[in-house]
């Protein structure tokens, strides 16, 4: 049975390497045959992610889309998970989560069994990506009320934002001139960061 490797790190600064060899291990102990293995540095919360569109347009019906955990693939909205979720079913792919034993039998289970257990993973699941979300929401509270609590306590207090490297700046538009064709994730690669800054890079450069 192949199977699709999906692995998602939220900012340029976390590394999916451990999630691949898990995931990997994984594969083998199942007897899974790894054919697309799809990795990007982007929020959780966005539907709109490079790697998985591609993943889902490759995977074909009764193969294994493996994530290590419901929360690697979604911080979604409802509407959006809703709409992911109704993906996953069009194509016909079968949700496996590592660290979520009753997805495992997805694998293996037939009949009546597997109906049962489709049932119930698709349950759990749902509220493992309810809880991914809400711990999103509480995060962003957090930082909100942290914000507004500073500048209560000093109106004249901005907050100080994120400098641009202008090195790693400077490599990623080098190598969008001289590589015009080169994927993003491969750029992002060689300048080490997030694929979502080569986009940025790329959108507000006009490269």
């Known amino acids: 049975m192949n199977a699709h490797l999906y692995l998602r790190a939220s900012t340029k600064d976390q590394d999916a390497n451990r999630a691949?060899?898990?995931?990997?291990?994984?594969a083998i102990e199942k007897?899974?045959?790894?054919?697309?293995?799809?990795?990007?540095?982007?929020?959780?919360?966005?539907?709109?992610?490079?790697?998985?569109l591609s993943l889902l347009d490759t995977a074909e019906s009764g193969d294994v889309l493996l994530v290590e955990s419901v929360d690697r693939l979604s911080r979604l909205?409802?509407?959006?998970?809703?709409?992911?979720?109704?993906?996953?079913?069009?194509?016909?792919?079968r949700?496996?989560?590592?660290?979520?034993?009753?997805?495992?039998?997805?694998?293996?289970?037939?009949?009546?069994?597997?109906?049962?257990?489709?049932v119930i993973n698709n349950m759990l699941i749902d509220l493992m990506a309810t809880m991914a979300r809400l711990d999103q929401e509480k995060r962003v509270e957090r930082i909100k009320q942290g914000l507004e609590n500073k500048r209560a306590a000093d109106p004249d207090w901005k907050p100080a934002g994120k400098g641009r490297n202008a090195a790693k700046w400077a490599k990623v538009q080098t190598l969008?001139?001289?590589?015009?064709?080169?994927?993003?994730?491969?750029?992002?690669?060689l300048a080490k960061c997030g694929v979502a800054t080569v986009y940025r890079i790329k959108r507000e450069s006009s490269v």
């Not at 909205?77 to 792919?93: E, H, V």
């Open 20 to 26: 691949k060899v898990a995931l990997e291990s994984f």
């Open 31 to 52: 007897a899974l045959t790894i054919t697309g293995v799809y990795a990007e540095n982007i929020s959780g919360t966005k539907l709109n992610r490079p790697e998985l």
């Open 77 to 93: 909205s409802q509407a959006d998970w809703d709409t992911l979720k109704a993906t996953i079913k069009a194509k016909g792919l």
């Open 95 to 118: 949700f496996v989560v590592a660290d979520l034993p009753t997805s495992h039998m997805l694998v293996e289970a037939k009949g009546i069994t597997g109906q049962i257990m489709d």
């Open 176 to 189: 969008l001139v001289e590589h015009p064709a080169m994927k993003a994730e491969d750029i992002a690669a």
